[in-house]
């Protein structure tokens, strides 16, 4: 079992930056695909980016591409995402979690994200 841990949310002004990490426990992180997403308010969760086991092969939500930069450290345990460009459409709570076949497991408990206007 993995467990993940999220970090680096805050608030920031539109047009700002924030580089969120994901530790992850366990020796098996370097074998998962790994994803973000988030949730705002009275919305369903959503997929943003994720990355394969090795940092490859990456897939963006039209919404944060060109924004948006998924990469890990498998030596780290660490998958972060770069957000630049923030709006305040941005703001939610983001998770990270693990790939297991076809499906999403193993969430962190969020870091939320705050953009202001």
């Known amino acids: 079992q993995v467990q993940l841990a999220e970090s680096g949310g805050g608030l920031v002004q539109a047009g700002g930056s924030l580089r969120l990490s994901c530790v992850a426990s366990g020796r098996t992180f370097s074998s998962y695909a790994m994803g973000w997403f988030r949730q705002a308010p009275g919305k369903e969760r959503e997929f943003l980016a994720s990355?394969?086991?090795?940092?490859?092969?990456?897939l963006y939500t039209h919404s944060v591409k060109g924004r948006f930069t998924i990469s890990r450290d498998n030596a780290k345990n660490t998958v972060y995402l770069q957000m630049n460009s923030l709006k305040p459409e941005d703001t939610a709570v983001y998770y990270c979690?693990?790939?297991?076949?076809?499906?999403?497991?193993?969430w962190g408990q969020g870091t939320q994200v705050t953009v202001s206007s």
């Open positions: 990355c394969d086991w090795s940092g490859s092969r990456l």
């Open positions: 979690a693990t790939q297991i076949a076809t499906m999403w497991d193993n």
